[in-house]
């Protein structure tokens, strides 16, 4: 919320990325209820399956319900990624120009919000998929994972913004998150710049199971 409030005061808009996740769908219900220059905020996303429009498992499904259909966020300020087409190589390229629109070029995201998977993997930068590779573009493809391909931001872009905010919560985030605070081990996580970045966790994932 003080990061969309520096933003729009700063330089009239503000243009963040959220992930996916039950978590931050919490967050997000709460967030809803301040007082924010909405009309003011693009939301974009960190990652997102490739799958139909209103599947359950589409980060886009749960942020359009709660931001959108029954919060305060316009819906053309929701800044989708384009996963229903065919071409999926050209979809990419389409929101990176779209970021780009809106958060100048390259895109600098005022705040991206990161989960952390137990193995390591922040947005969808998954170990041993290629898009780890990927430093020539802000938004890349995976292979296959749990039976779905996604689209994602890559490092450049989550590590571009002017700020990261990551959200960990869970006892089986333990060991991926000690070594996300002591930037240790080979995991994605811990290749995304460190600067500017809150951590925001709970005892379960901070205490060894």
């Known amino acids: 919320a003080d990061v969309c409030r520096r933003a729009v005061a700063e330089r009239g808009q503000a243009v ?27 939301v974009g996303q960190v990652d997102e399956r490739i799958a139909p429009a209103g599947d359950a498992r ?12 029954h919060g305060p966020l316009p819906a053309p300020r929701l800044l989708a990624m384009p996963v229903e087409g065919g071409d999926l190589a050209a979809a990419a390229v389409t929101y990176q120009r779209l970021l780009e629109h809106y958060a100048g070029t390259p895109a600098q995201l005022d705040l991206v919000q990161l989960g ?11 170990p041993g998929d290629p898009v780890l590779g990927v430093r020539d573009r802000d938004v890349a493809l995976t292979g296959e994972v749990q039976g779905l391909r996604r689209m994602t931001l890559t490092y450049p872009a989550l590590s571009r913004a002017r700020a990261r905010l990551w959200l960990v919560t869970g006892a089986a985030k333990h060991d991926a998150l000690r070594d996300l605070l002591a930037a240790e081990g080979d995991t994605p996580a811990i290749s995304v710049a460190r600067d500017a970045t809150i951590v925001i966790t709970d005892s379960q994932a901070l205490v060894r199971p």
């Open 58 to 69: 589409r980060n886009r499904t749960q942020l359009d319900e709660i931001l959108v259909r």
């Open 16 to 42: 963040i990325a959220l992930s996916g996740g039950e978590t931050p769908w919490l967050m997000l219900r709460e967030l809803r209820e301040y007082e924010l220059p909405w009309n003011r905020i693009y």
């Open 116 to 126: 952390l998977g137990a193995d390591g993997h922040t947005a969808s930068l998954i």
